[in-house]
C-alpha cells in the first residue's frame, strides 16, 4: 500500500509520498552522490548494464537496493504503487522490482520525460519479477508516479505492458489503475483506444484505494492554493470524517479504515516512511522527510545534498516504531504526541524557511548538522 501524489502549485511542482510496508521494516533516508558507470550494476535481483548515476536522496527499506521514493540533483521525484492486474507476477522469475526501477530513475533520468523512457525501456527489456517483501513471497506490478518542475506522468504497468499520461497540473496515484482510455503512451501491444482499466484484476475490491484516492486528489485540486504544510496534513489523514487526531477505525464493509496514513497491522500494512518534495526550476530542491508513520513522525526538512544524518540510522526508525505501537496500543494519545512533535516541527519549518531565504550554504549545512538535537530531545522526552 502507498500514496502518491504531485500538484503545480505556481512555478513549483510538490511532490509527496507515504510508503505503506510491513510494520517492523524498517526504512532509511540516504544520500547517493553521482558516479561513474561500472560494466554492470546488480539490482535486488538482477545484475544489467550500468550507466553514470545522478546524484539523489531516497527512502530505502534496508534490506532492498532499490528506493520507496526519491528526488535526484536534477529536482527529478519519483514514486511507485503496487498494483493488481491480470497478470500474474508470481509466474515470472525474479527480474525488476518497482522500488528498483524507482533508483534506477533516480539514477538515471534528468526530466519526466527521460523517466518514462527509463521505466518503459527496462520494463520492455527486463520485466518484472521477485518478491518485494522482506517475509513472505509476493511478487507484484508497480504504477509510478514522476514529477519535474515542468510536469510529469503516470506510467501503470502489467508485467512487461504499459501506459502512461502526463499529470498536468497534478495527479495521485494509489494502489489500483487509474488510467482508463485517457493514456498518450503506451507499450506496443496496447491497441489505440484501449481502456487500461481492463487490465484490472476485479477480485481485488477497489475499496482499498478509493478512500484514500479521495483525499488525494482532494489536495491536488487545490491546484495553486497547495502549499507544503497542506501535504504534510493529506500524508497524516486518518480518514475524512476523523479528527487528526483520532487513529483510523476499524476497515469497515468499503475499506475506509485503509486510510493515507496506514495503521493497518493485521494487513502488514503500516506507513513505515513519507517525504516531501518542493521541485522549482532553476533552484535545488528542497525536502522533507520523516521515519515511520507521518502523525507520530516529524518531517525533518533538508536541501540535498545536506540531510541530516541521522534520517540514515535505522535506530532512529525503530524509536519512532516504538512510539507509534504505543500510541497503537493505547499507552499514548496521538493528541499528546503532536502537542509535543508538532511544536518541534513547526520550528524546524520555520528555521528552514529562514535558511532557504538566505542562500547560503553554510547556514543549510550548520542547520541540518543540528536538525536531528531537538527532533531527539522530543523523543527522549517521550520515552523513546
Known amino acids: 500500500m502507498c500514496d502518491t501524489l504531485c500538484v503545480r502549485s505556481g512555478d513549483t511542482m510538490l511532490f509527496a509520498k507515504n510508503s505503506d510496508r510491513h510494520p517492523d521494516e524498517a526504512q532509511v533516508v540516504e544520500w547517493h552522490p553521482a558516479r561513474a558507470a561500472r560494466a554492470e550494476v546488480r539490482t535486488q535481483y538482477l545484475t544489467i548494464t550500468d550507466h553514470d548515476a545522478y546524484a539523489f536522496v531516497g527512502s530505502r527499506p534496508t534490506w532492498l537496493w532499490g528506493a520507496e521514493h526519491g528526488v535526484n540533483e536534477h529536482g527529478l521525484a519519483v514514486g511507485n504503487e503496487k498494483i493488481w492486474t491480470v497478470e500474474r507476477p508470481s509466474a515470472d522469475p525474479p527480474a525488476l522490482l518497482g522500488m528498483d526501477l524507482v533508483r534506477l530513475v533516480l539514477e538515471r533520468a534528468r526530466t519526466a520525460d527521460e523517466a518514462l523512457d527509463v521505466v518503459t525501456t527496462l520494463v520492455e527489456r527486463c520485466g518484472q519479477g521477485g518478491t518485494g517483501e522482506p517475509n513472505r513471497n509476493e511478487p507484484y506490478f508497480s504504477s509510478f508516479l514522476v514529477a519535474d518542475p515542468g510536469g510529469g506522468y503516470v506510467i501503470e504497468t502489467s508485467d512487461r505492458t504499459w501506459a502512461a499520461r502526463p499529470v498536468g497540473n497534478g495527479a495521485a496515484i494509489s494502489n489500483r489503475v487509474t488510467l482508463t482510455t485517457d493514456w498518450t503512451r503506451a507499450s506496443p501491444d496496447v491497441p489505440p483506444g484501449t481502456d487500461f482499466d481492463g487490465l484490472r484484476w476485479p477480485r481485488i475490491p477497489t475499496g482499498i484505494a478509493d478512500h484514500r484516492l479521495a483525499v488525494t486528489r482532494a489536495t ?26 483520532a487513529l483510523p477505525g476499524s476497515p469497515g464493509p468499503d475499506w475506509e479504515g485503509f486510510t493515507v496514513c496506514m495503521h493497518r497491522r493485521e494487513s502488514r500494512a503500516q506507513t513505515t ?30 536541501f540535498p545534498p545536506d540531510l541530516a544524518p541521522q534520517l540514515a540510522d535505522a535506530q532512529q526508525w525503530q524509536r519512532f516504531a516504538r512510539l507509534r505501537d504505543r500510541v497503537e496500543g493505547g499507552l499514548d494519545a496521538l493528541s499528546d504526541v503532536r502537542g509535543v512533535l508538532g511544536g518541534v516541527e513547526a520550528d524546524l519549518w520555520a528555521t528552514a524557511d529562514d535558511v532557504f531565504a538566505s542562500g547560503r550554504r553554510s547556514q543549510v549545512a550548520d542547520f541540518t548538522r543540528g536538525a536531528w538535537a531537538p527532533v531527539d530531545a522530543a523523543l527522549h522526552r517521550l520515552g523513546v
Open 220 to 245: 491536488v485540486a487545490r491546484g495553486e492554493a497547495a502549499t507544503v504544510r497542506e501535504l504534510a496534513e493529506t500524508m497524516r489523514n486518518h480518514g475524512p470524517a476523523r479528527p487528526p487526531t
Open 273 to 302: 516512511a513519507s517525504m516531501l518534495a518542493e521541485l522549482r526550476a532553476g533552484s535545488a530542491p528542497r525536502v522533507w522527510t520523516c521515519l515511520g508513520n507521518p502523525c507520530t513522525s516529524v518531517y525533518v526538512p533538508g
